[in-house]
């Protein structure tokens, strides 16, 4: 199992630019997250999906957009890139089988935004 | 509004002493509590839970401790070891809440010296 992948690694912007931040899961978990993880503010969720054709936002949603069309993939795109969505993001999956519902994080993508 | 909040930014302790990082919170539903560790340039990896039916759950060097009451958790690591060197993030999430939607403290980045 590859478990949960992420592309690119590294991505560089510029202000207004439009990009698609890539997420899979081989785990056919049902529950798929993106959060991204800002100095001092820990990680905060943007958008999750409880399964294909189902999202929702999280605590910081602006600026983003979420589909989940099969189980395994769950795409971020960033419709007008700003300054401020320079972060590190992390994509993670979990499954309701597991009582506590921990998740598996990807290795994430480092955005910056000029 | 941090409903998880980790106040530590960073603990530096000495090999084979015991580090204790905290954590509180300030919604009284959750019901699972969950710390991850995370190494620089990789996401964060499931470390241990805690029901919040119980007051401590242990697993090898690590322990968790629930004091409900009030309304705080730590996690605490027995004997320290140099791979122990990580940012330490506590989440929580209630039991009717799907799965994905965990809150993230701040993180709190464990130093340990040989």
């Known amino acids: 199992n590859a478990g949960v992948t992420q592309t690119p690694k590294f991505q560089v912007l510029k202000t207004g630019q439009s990009m698609t931040l890539q997420c899979a899961q081989d785990m056919n978990h049902e529950y798929m997250s993106w959060y991204r993880q800002d100095p001092g503010m820990g990680l905060r969720l943007i958008h999750y999906s409880v399964g294909a054709g189902i999202t929702d936002q999280g605590e910081v949603p602006n600026g983003y957009n979420v589909s989940r069309s099969t189980t395994e993939d769950f795409p971020l795109r960033l419709l007008s890139a700003a300054p401020s969505q320079t972060s590190v993001y992390f994509c993670a999956s979990s499954t309701g089988y597991r009582v506590f519902g921990e998740q598996f994080f990807g290795p994430g993508t480092r955005l910056t935004v000029l | 509004d941090q409903q998880v909040k980790q106040n530590s930014p960073s603990l530096s302790v000495q090999e084979g002493r015991i580090s204790i990082l905290n954590c509180d919170y300030t919604?009284?539903?959750?019901?699972?509590f969950l710390w991850y560790k995370k190494y620089p340039a990789e996401g964060p990896t499931f470390l241990i839970s805690i029901s919040s039916i119980k007051d401590k759950n242990e697993d090898g060097r690590f322990t968790v401790f629930l004091n409900k009451s009030a309304k705080h958790l730590s996690l605490h690591i027995v004997p320290s070891q140099p791979g122990d060197s990580a940012v330490y993030f506590c989440a929580a999430r209630r039991f009717e809440v799907q799965g994905g939607k965990l809150i993230f403290g701040q993180g709190t980045e464990l130093s340990v010296k040989p």
């Open positions: 919604n009284s539903m959750f019901d699972y």
